[in-house]
């Protein structure tokens, strides 16, 4: 089966070693600048994963069929929240789960990715209550800006713009009426409808945005020529959003997939009562 369901994911984790447990807490009094949760954590992941694992992923290198695109926030890690082995997931991480073409960095992840490590599937992980979201619905900070305040707000300028620029969501269009001319904008609380319809509209995008990259494109011509478009070689990406308060995943159903593949099931609840139809069928020409 081409993508993991939730019962084969529960296999693997079984044969190759019990789940790593993960303390929700530390002792903050004899620890007080974390360095003993990581040393402790190290300690728990060595004695509960399964040494043969890491012995074959060491020996063999690494074939993940994933390659996870998320946001930096430190409550999203994939390794956490999927509860992930070791050479299940090749991963970039940057802030609110972007991909760019100016992007040297995530560009060359994904390349790597899907060329030398022949990843099939590519998850835009957005979350509830992003950071860089909240940031670029609000007004941003007073000028002159420092390194820090222009590093931020140059790379959450694309955000900026899909907000300014959304018309298909109410939410959006609400949230901009009530601020004309976008000044004294307040950051969106968690539950605010504006802030889940961004993170949506953002993780849409960016699948929009690999699906009709270059890199994806050159890809699939090259992957279809030589292999006469078998799925077994084909790059799908998919749009999730996790959220923060329960652990849930949701599929947004924007998956793409190149020209005339099925686009294989993602075993994810879908998103409840979609303000908008929004699914990529397929990408290149």
Excluded at 45 to 64: C, D, H, M, S, Y
Aim: hydrophobic share 35%; glycine share 6%.
């Amino acid at each position: 089966m081409i993508f993991f369901n939730v019962f084969v994911l529960a296999q693997v984790t079984f044969s190759l070693g019990k789940p790593i447990s993960r303390s929700p807490t530390r002792s903050t009094e004899r620890d007080v600048d974390g360095w003993q949760a990581l040393s402790d954590g190290n300690k728990n992941f060595r004695a509960e994963i399964n040494p043969e694992l890491l012995k074959n992923l060491t020996k063999e290198g690494q074939r993940p069929e994933f390659m996870f695109l998320g946001c930096s926030d430190s409550r999203v890690s994939e390794g956490t929240i999927f509860n992930a082995l070791p050479g299940m997931m090749f991963a970039e991480r940057n802030i609110a789960n972007q991909y760019n073409e100016n992007d040297r960095n995530t560009k060359a992840v994904m390349s790597y990715a899907v060329e030398g490590l022949g990843v099939r599937h590519i998850i835009v992980m957005g979350h509830q209550g992003c950071g860089g979201v909240k940031a670029a619905i609000a007004s941003p900070p007073p000028q002159p800006w420092d390194t820090a305040d222009f590093a931020v707000q140059e790379w959450i300028l694309p955000l900026r713009k899909l907000y300014a620029a959304s018309d298909s969501r109410p939410e959006i269009v609400k949230y901009r009426n009530e601020y004309p001319g976008c000044v004294n904008v307040p950051k969106p609380d968690l539950h605010h409808p504006v802030l889940r319809a961004m993170v949506e509209e953002n993780v849409k995008q960016t699948v929009s945005k690999i699906a009709s990259s270059q890199l994806i494109e050159e890809v699939s011509k090259r992957k279809s020529r030589r292999y006469s478009n078998s799925t077994k070689t084909a790059v799908f990406i998919h749009g999730l959003v996790y959220d923060l308060e329960n652990g849930t995943i949701t599929n947004l159903d924007v998956s793409v997939g190149p020209p005339g593949m099925r686009i294989p099931p993602v075993p994810f609840p879908h998103r409840e009562a979609p303000t908008q139809a929004f699914t990529f069928q397929s990408y290149g020409p």
